[in-house]
């Protein structure tokens, strides 16, 4: 089992910044993909960003290019996503999520998954 705990979520305006952090718990080493969703109100969950093992590999969705970056500690098991430049369209709950492998993009290919963090942004 592995344990996802999110933080750093908050109440931003349009163009501020925000860092997101994921603490991970248990037999990580069974999951060393990670990757950040997010949930919209009203909306399904969708994938954000993935990061590989070593953190040398690495996907966005589009809508988040050249704005977010993921990245890993894993010195610390700690996951991250710093985002800028941030919009209105951004508001949501951030989860973390853990795989076995690198490179999913769905729901379903996601085992573990922290409880969120709500991020608003004001316009």
């Known amino acids: 089992q592995v344990q996802l705990a999110e933080s750093g979520g908050g109440l931003v305006q349009a163009g501020g910044s925000l860092r997101l952090s994921c603490a991970a718990s248990g037999r990580t080493g069974t999951a060393n993909g990670r990757a950040w969703f997010r949930q919209g109100p009203g909306k399904e969950r969708e994938f954000v960003a993935t990061?590989?093992?070593?953190?040398?590999?690495?996907a966005y969705t589009d809508s988040v290019k050249g704005r977010f970056t993921i990245s890993r500690d894993n010195s610390r098991n700690m996951l991250y996503l710093q985002m800028n430049s941030l919009k209105p369209d951004d508001t949501a709950v951030y989860y973390c999520?853990?795989?076995?492998?690198?490179?999913?993009?769905?729901?379903?290919?996601?085992?573990?998954w922290g409880q969120g963090t709500q991020v608003t942004v004001s316009s």
């Open positions: 999520a853990a795989s076995q492998f690198y490179g999913g993009t769905s729901v379903s290919d996601y085992t573990y």
């Open positions: 990061i590989s093992g070593t953190g040398r590999l690495s």
